[in-house]
DNA sequence: ATTTCTGCAAACGATTTGCACAGGG
DNA sequence: CCCTGTGCAAATCGTTTGCAGAAAT
C-alpha cells in the first residue's frame, strides 16, 4: 500500500548519499524498507528488529550509523516526545508541516496538519528575522472522552485517520 | 532584580513539596536559588555548578532528583532543543505561553510569545477532543542577517530582550 | 585498487539507583 | 523517634566509536 513511498524514499536516501559520494549497501536497503514498512513512530531498536526482518546480517551500529542519514535527506524526523528515547517518524514524506498532540492521560500520539498554524509560524518567524526551516509543534493535552466516559476509544487506534 | 520570581518559586515548591508530605532542605534551597538565578536555559550539570557555588554541600545525585520536582511543579518547563542533553527553562513562571525558535546556524535560541498561536493551539486541541496542557512550538530557522552580512548580532546576544 | 561500510565489542556520557548515614518533622 | 533526604560510587541504558575484515565503485 504504501510501496510508492517506500520507493521514493529509497530514491531520495540514494540521491542523497549519491551527493556525498557515499555508497549503496545492502544494509541501507533493509533500513530504509524497514523505515517506511509502517505509519508508526519507532525507536533506533524497534527499526533495528524490523531492518532485521528483511536482512538479518544488519547491526545496532550500521543503523545508529544510518538514522541521521535518514534524517539529514529529509525521509525521517527526529521527535522529542517526552519519553525515555527519541522517535523517528516516517510520515514527513507524505505530510511535510503535520504536528503532534501527545495524550498525556494514555500516551498515544494524534498527528494534526493545520495550514493557519503553518502560516502563523512562517510569519512569526519572518518577524523575527528569521527564515523558518523545521517547525515543529507538540500539544499534551487531556482526552476528554476518558474524562467523561472513564474510557477512551483513541487508546486502540493507529496514530493516522 | 529577579529576586521576587525567586521568592515566589520557593514559595510554590514548598507548596508542592508540602503537599506530597516531601520536606525542606538547605539542599533543594540552594538549587532553587540556583535555577532562578538566571534566565538562560541550563542543563543539569550547569545548575549542579551553579548550586554548589551557593552551597557546596549539593550533589550531582540532589540535582538529578530535584529537578523532576521543579519540573512537575511547573518552575521549571524541560526543553528538548536538539542538542545533546535537555536544557531546563526558568522563564516560565514569568511568560507561562512563550515558545522557542532555534538558529541552525549560531545555536542560538530566541524566546517569543504569540497571542495567536496560543488562541489556535488551543482551536486546533479542541476540535481534535482534548484539552490542552503543555504546548510546545519549536522553529529552527537560519538568520537573516548572517546570510546577508555574513555575520550575526544575535550571536552575542542574552537569550531574551 | 581504493575507499567506504560493516559487525563486534568496548567506550561513553547522561542519568539513576542501592546503600548507610544525616537531618527534618 | 520515624521517615525522608543525602552523598557516594556503582550500575544503567541509549548511543558512539576503534578496529580489522568485507564489499562497493
Known amino acids: 500500500m504504501e510501496?510508492?513511498?517506500?520507493?521514493s524514499a529509497r530514491e531520495i536516501l540514494y540521491?542523497?548519499?549519491a551527493g556525498k559520494g557515499l555508497r549503496k549497501t545492502t544494509q541501507r536497503d533493509a533500513i530504509i524498507e524497514a523505515a517506511f514498512s509502517t505509519k508508526e513512530h519507532f525507536k533506533a531498536e524497534e527499526l533495528l528488529v524490523m531492518a532485521r526482518k528483511i536482512d538479518l546480517s544488519?547491526?545496532?551500529a550500521t543503523v545508529y550509523r544510518t538514522l541521521p542519514l535518514l534524517v539529514e535527506s529529509g525521509l525521517l524526523r527526529e521527535l522529542d516526545l517526552g519519553g525515555e528515547t527519541k522517535l523517528y517518524d516516517p510520515n514527513f514524506l507524505e505530510h511535510p508541516t503535520h504536528n503532534h498532540l501527545v495524550c498525556v492521560d494514555c500516551k498515544k500520539i494524534i498527528e494534526f496538519e493545520d495550514i493557519n498554524m503553518e502560516?502563523?509560524?512562517n510569519c512569526i518567524t519572518r518577524r523575527l528575522g528569521f527564515s523558518p526551516t523545521n517547525k515543529m509543534v507538540k500539544i499534551e493535552a487531556h482526552c476528554d472522552e476518558?474524562?467523561?466516559?472513564?474510557q477512551c476509544a483513541k487508546r486502540a487506534t493507529g496514530s493516522e485517520g
Chains 1, 2 share one sequence.
Open 58 to 60: 544488519v547491526s545496532r
Open 119 to 121: 502560516l502563523l509560524e
Open 3 to 7: 510501496t510508492a513511498s517506500r520507493e
Open 146 to 150: 476518558l474524562r467523561q466516559h472513564g
Open 15 to 17: 540521491g542523497y548519499l
